[in-house]
């Protein structure tokens, strides 16, 4: 299997690659700067930027699925990516795409019928990078590609604890934090087991006081 990643130098991206890798599975990254990654068996590095359509056709050649753990990075980075990955993925009939979403776009369970960022359960003084999200749900809804995107919530950086819980399209009650390694643990579990495809998925590390 051959996986294109992008954001592959961000916290919640690199723990992705890393757990790749470990299962043998070829990855082609698209980053800015290299130098960030160390050179290892089994990744291809391209450099370039995700809002140029050029540079995502390049990173999808030959691989059989997409993930992306691209962030807001306070700017349209998302938006303007998904495009050209969508549009890319279509010419090169590629299927499966993952993506590393907010909890904030999962379905508020306090005002059913709009999402949480949008409701009371929003803690966030700021909406800008839900706002951003949420574009790309509703760009990737509108395909046939085989998508899934999965929420954390409070996203510290941790270690999997291999113990986290999942839920379609809600955040799970009680959910306090979701650490980069469980978030990385789920999405490469996704990839193999594909038990999620069309839906967002809220994921819940133990709370703080379990470990």
Known sequence: M????FGATGRVGHAILTLLLEKDIQVTALVRNPEKLQPQAGLSVLQGDARNSKDILATLAGVDAVISAL???KTTVLTESIKHII???QKQQV???ITIGTAGILDSRAEPGILRY???ESKRKSTKAAKEHHKVYDLLSDTTLEWTIVCPTYLPTGASTAEFTVLRNKLPEGAEQTTTGDTAMFTVNELLKTEYIG???GIMSP?????
Not at 207 to 211: A, Q
């Open 2 to 5: 051959k996986i294109a990643l």
């Open 71 to 73: 962030g807001t990075d």
């Open 87 to 89: 549009s890319n993925m």
């Open 95 to 97: 299927k499966r795409i």
């Open 118 to 120: 949008q409701s009371s």
């Open 199 to 201: 839906y967002r998925v």
């Open 207 to 211: 709370s703080l006081g379990e470990n």
